[in-house]
């Protein structure tokens, strides 16, 4: 359904605000956003995709307890606005709307070390202000979403169905999918049987995803995706994706491996942020993390490839075969780089 001006109003009127000014944000894929002015302040608005998140409620409710703990805890967040009818959203035939005051700050997608290490203090931060919060609480909005194992099968599963071209074009691939599938499901495993703490997991820890400010903590955005999980998928996807020789979609697969300035950058934010609250199993994952995230998702691209693209946007026929070479390529030297990433890691672990 077309958002027009007039309907944008009509809504934002449910939340008692009077706009001056309503702007179509282009950045984001999957929410429609939109920068509202008015003289009531500064705002985003946002329709929920109900096709990625099926549960829009669970999401806001999850959203709810976790900055209403922020809030008490000092640590600044996302604040969003009640509408007429006393929620945090508005469910309505033309959608799931939430509006969100405007913070000040700004983001980067550049992944220098600084800007690492910025963003890492404040996913710390984020962390360590929730230790003190039930995970267990939480809906899992996402179910299984970095359960590595259940990836594994749906990509086994998916070998079955493919189209012959596609799996012929994917063996590479899935020989180094079926090499370190154990491997990869260590954590979970230890998750499951309660040798890893549940914790709240934010889920999309990019660079991008922190609001930084002058003089002021970074403040963690895009809290869709909080969950219960563990504290290695944040940590093992922000070094995933930024702490990575090369960008997703890279055609040079051998040339994806972890960039020691980076990870050390968020590694040493991180570890500041979360003051010294790992638990010992933790503390000594954080290298095995990246390796893990990246090779899950190499296979959640692999996946797709082979089941006909029907869950990552892509742009050429093969990008799925492309991204899955690379994330399979970096988990892979990741691993055979493990013992150098936890004796850098060890130089910087607080005590508890």
Same mark, same amino acid.
């Given at each position: 359904?077309?958002?027009?001006?007039?309907?944008?109003?009509?809504?934002?009127?449910?939340?008692?605000?009077?706009?001056?000014?309503?702007?179509?944000?282009?950045?984001?894929?999957?929410?429609?956003?939109?920068?509202?002015?008015?003289?009531?302040?500064?705002?985003?608005?946002?329709?929920?995709?109900?096709?990625?998140?099926?549960? &829009?409620?669970? *999401?806001?409710? $999850?959203?709810? +307890? =976790?900055?209403?703990? @922020?809030?008490?805890?000092?640590?600044?967040? !996302?604040?969003?606005?009640?509408?007429?009818?006393?929620?945090?959203?508005?469910?309505?035939?033309?959608?799931?709307?939430?509006?969100?005051?405007?913070?000040?700050?700004?983001?980067?997608?550049?992944?220098?070390?600084?800007?690492?290490?910025?963003?890492?203090?404040?996913?710390?931060?984020?962390?360590?202000?929730?230790?003190?919060?039930?995970?267990?609480?939480?809906?899992?909005?996402?179910?299984?979403?970095?359960?590595?194992?259940?990836?594994?099968?749906?990509?086994?599963?998916?070998?079955?169905?493919?189209?012959?071209?596609?799996?012929?074009?994917?063996?590479?691939?899935?020989?180094?999918?079926?090499?370190?599938?154990?491997?990869?499901?260590?954590?979970?495993?230890?998750?499951?049987?309660?040798?890893? &703490?549940?914790? *709240?997991?934010? $889920?999309?820890? +990019? =660079?991008?995803?922190? @609001?930084?400010?002058?003089?002021?903590?970074? !403040?963690?955005?895009?809290?869709?995706?909080?969950?219960?999980?563990?504290?290695?998928?944040?940590?093992?996807?922000?070094?995933?994706?930024?702490?990575?020789?090369?960008?997703?979609?890279?055609?040079?697969?051998?040339?994806?491996?972890?960039?020691?300035?980076?990870?050390?950058?968020?590694?040493?934010?991180?570890?500041?942020?979360?003051?010294?609250?790992?638990?010992?199993?933790?503390?000594?994952?954080?290298?095995?993390?990246?390796?893990?995230?990246?090779?899950?998702?190499?296979?959640?691209?692999?996946?797709?490839?082979?089941?006909?693209?029907?869950?990552?946007?892509?742009?050429?026929?093969?990008?799925?075969?492309?991204?899955?070479?690379?994330?399979?390529?970096?988990?892979?030297?990741?691993?055979?780089?493990?013992?150098?990433?936890?004796?850098?890691?060890? +130089?910087?672990?607080?005590?508890?």
């Amino acid at each position: 359904m077309t958002l027009t001006d007039t309907l944008l109003r009509e809504i934002l009127a449910r939340f008692l605000i009077r706009p001056t000014a309503i702007t179509p944000c282009s950045v984001g894929l999957i929410n429609a956003t939109y920068f509202v002015d008015s003289d009531e302040g500064a705002f985003v608005l946002q329709r929920i995709n109900t096709a990625v998140f099926k549960n &829009p409620r669970g *999401v806001m409710e $999850n959203i709810e +307890k =976790v900055t209403s703990h @922020l809030i008490k805890k000092g640590l600044p967040t !996302l604040k969003f606005l009640t509408c007429d009818d006393g929620n945090n959203y508005l469910d309505c035939e033309h959608g799931f709307f939430r509006v969100s005051r405007r913070e000040s700050g700004r983001t980067y997608n550049e992944t220098t070390p600084e800007l690492m290490e910025q963003a890492a203090e404040a996913f710390g931060a984020f962390q360590y202000a929730l230790t003190d919060f039930d995970a267990s609480t939480l809906v899992e909005t996402i179910p299984d979403f970095h359960n590595t194992p259940v990836r594994i099968n749906a990509l086994w599963d998916a070998v079955e169905h493919a189209d012959q071209s596609r799996f012929t074009a994917s063996v590479e691939a899935l020989k180094l999918a079926r090499q370190f599938a154990a491997q990869a499901s260590y954590p979970m495993t230890l998750l499951e049987r309660g040798d890893l &703490p549940l914790r *709240v997991v934010h $889920n999309d820890t +990019k =660079v991008n995803n922190v @609001l930084l400010r002058e003089d002021a903590e970074g !403040l963690v955005l895009d809290l869709d995706t909080v969950m219960p999980g563990s504290l290695l998928f944040d940590f093992g996807d922000a070094v995933r994706s930024g702490a990575s020789t090369r960008p997703e979609g890279d055609t040079d697969y051998e040339g994806f491996t972890v960039d020691l300035p980076r990870y050390e950058a968020f590694l040493k934010g991180f570890l500041k942020g979360i003051r010294g609250t790992l638990t010992p199993n933790e503390q000594k994952l954080l290298p095995f993390s990246m390796f893990t995230l990246a090779y899950e998702l190499g296979v959640r691209f692999l996946t797709d490839y082979l089941e006909g693209d029907v869950y990552f946007r892509t742009s050429y026929e093969d990008e799925n075969l492309v991204r899955a070479m690379g994330q399979l390529t970096l988990a892979k030297n990741v691993f055979f780089r493990l013992d150098e990433l936890s004796a850098l890691t060890r +130089k910087y672990q607080f005590p508890q």
